[in-house]
């Protein structure tokens, strides 16, 4: 690792990785603090002919395959190592991520269970029994099948999570016996070379982890156009992640998209847990997440009892530098994020919607928005937010909340408060997302669970077993008895 100062303060240097080498390329990308703007570190950008070059290792790498106790041993001691740099690997989310602190540390721990869920994979990968004798034609056979990996994987990450969501990109592929080449973020790419150092020192052969920072479409056009890529696992925005899955047809290309995450509170719900709920998780990490909730659904007989129960909620939350232990809200990434969502706050207010919390950005960090009655085509309606923001809506039946709720092209997870079985039976029923989580914020996911959407939020399921499926290709084998 090489230093450069700025006054009295070095400033560290991260190469990329490619094969067995740290590059070193000429050109540089700052890496800065979303608080404070401060330099935190210089890193080396690739482009096209570095990802080329990193495709050529992962596809040498996989010419001499890992036996899967080793690929889970590998995966279990990059986890212990993982925890025991713990403090070091959450410091580092939020210095160059923003995140709260106490935040960070959550993901640090998360990306940790997801190498050891991911190793378990590798161990217990296997195929299935063919039922042979079910058929004439199969009488006097053995059948049964066995899974092989698909090929290099291309992984593209965002900003948002970028220790835990580049740990789902990589445990998993590694655990199915794909090499991979990592694209993380620009503005957070940190995160992903501390594991790829992590990797290494828990004995990965070079080629199986490349990482690859520089610009968007110059890497992601050589790992859409070169064959060698088998797949490609993306995360992000729909409209990138739909042109990279019509771009390349023939690739299996996962997609885990946006939403606009909707809850739904019934007139019979524990409103104070609600409220709490709701409060926590529309604004943790400046609402910053694919599942933050954004748009809550009252029931009119309680709405002004839930607003009365939500508001101090929200005001109480701590807004200012991740880095203080107390802090619940803190910066979105950049300033034209920033902006946007100012301006869309305001949009809402022109089109009549009251403001009845924040709206205001102090000393560059968006207060926590609760905006109220908001009409379905405003944007913070309508559209992925991204930041920390939340409508709260009076809704006349259940069914009108459905069809509230559905009325979006999102579909990632949603979510009802209600002590009623058969209210919550009907949203599992009639609630179009991936998933549906009932008297819990439906931004709750935990690493294991097969975790993705439908219509414009993805077409795959996230969590090591459903990864380590969509990348390996079951083979039949037959003997003849």
């Known amino acids: 690792m090489a230093s450069r100062t700025a006054g009295t303060r070095a400033i560290p240097e991260r190469r990329i990785l490619v094969g067995a080498e740290w590059l070193e390329t000429g050109d540089w990308i700052e890496v800065r603090s979303p608080y404070s703007d401060r330099l935190i570190a210089r890193v080396a950008a690739g482009g096209a002919e570095e990802a080329r070059q990193a495709i050529e290792a992962a596809s040498e790498a996989m010419e001499d395959p890992l036996p899967a106790y080793e690929r889970a041993a590998i995966l279990d001691r990059a986890a212990a190592a993982l925890r025991e740099r713990h403090e070091e690997a ?3 989310i939020s210095d160059e991520a923003g995140k709260p602190i106490k935040a960070a540390r959550v993901e640090a721990a998360r990306a940790a269970s997801t190498y050891e869920l ?24 053995l059948g049964f099948t066995v899974r092989r990996p698909v090929g290099v994987v291309g992984a593209i990450t965002p900003f948002n999570f970028p220790l835990n969501l580049v740990a789902h990109k990589i445990a998993p592929a590694l655990a199915a016996g794909c090499a991979v080449v990592l694209k993380p973020a620009s503005s957070t790419p940190l995160s992903a070379l501390l594991l790829a150092g992590l990797e290494q020192d828990a004995g990965l052969p070079p080629g199986w982890l490349n990482v690859v920072i520089g610009e968007s479409s110059a890497i992601g056009d050589a790992l859409i156009s070169d064959p060698r890529v088998a797949a490609i696992s ?33 007139a019979d719900a524990d409103l104070g847990l609600a409220a709490t709920k709701i409060a926590q998780n529309a604004f943790s990490y400046a609402g910053q997440s694919c599942i933050s909730i954004q748009r809550v659904y009252v029931a009119r007989d309680v709405y002004d009892r839930f607003l009365e129960e939500l508001l101090p909620r929200v005001e109480s939350l701590k807004v200012g530098d991740p880095a203080a232990e107390d802090t619940d809200v803190g910066p979105v990434i950049n300033i034209q994020a920033r902006d946007r969502i100012i301006d869309w706050i305001e949009e809402a207010r022109a089109a009549g919607a009251e403001v009845v919390a924040g709206g205001t950005a102090e000393a560059g960090i968006i207060r926590p928005t609760v905006i109220a009655r908001a009409s379905a085509t405003v944007r913070v309606s309508c559209e992925e937010v991204f930041g920390p923001v939340c409508t709260v809506v009076p809704y006349e039946s259940l069914a009108d909340a459905f069809a509230l709720a559905n009325g979006t092209r999102y579909g990632l997870q949603a979510g009802i408060f209600t002590r009623n079985l058969e209210n919550a039976f ?3 029923e009639e609630l179009d997302f991936g998933g549906v989580v009932i008297n819990e914020a439906p931004t709750f996911r935990a690493d294991q669970v097969p975790y993705g959407g439908v219509k414009d939020s993805g077409n795959t399921k996230e969590g090591p077993a459903y990864v380590v499926e969509e990348l390996t290709e079951e083979r039949l084998v037959v003997i003849q008895l």
């Open 234 to 266: 993306f995360t992000g925005s729909s409209a990138v992640g739909w042109g990279l899955k019509q771009r390349a047809p023939r690739k299996r290309v996962a997609l885990e998209l946006g939403n606009a995450t909707p809850v739904i509170v019934e």
């Open 426 to 428: 009907r949203a599992i």
């Open 118 to 141: 991911s190793a378990a994979e590798a161990r217990k990968l296997a195929g299935s029994v063919i039922p042979m004798s079910g058929s004439q034609s199969g009488h006097g056979k």
């Open 90 to 92: 959450a410091l580092l």
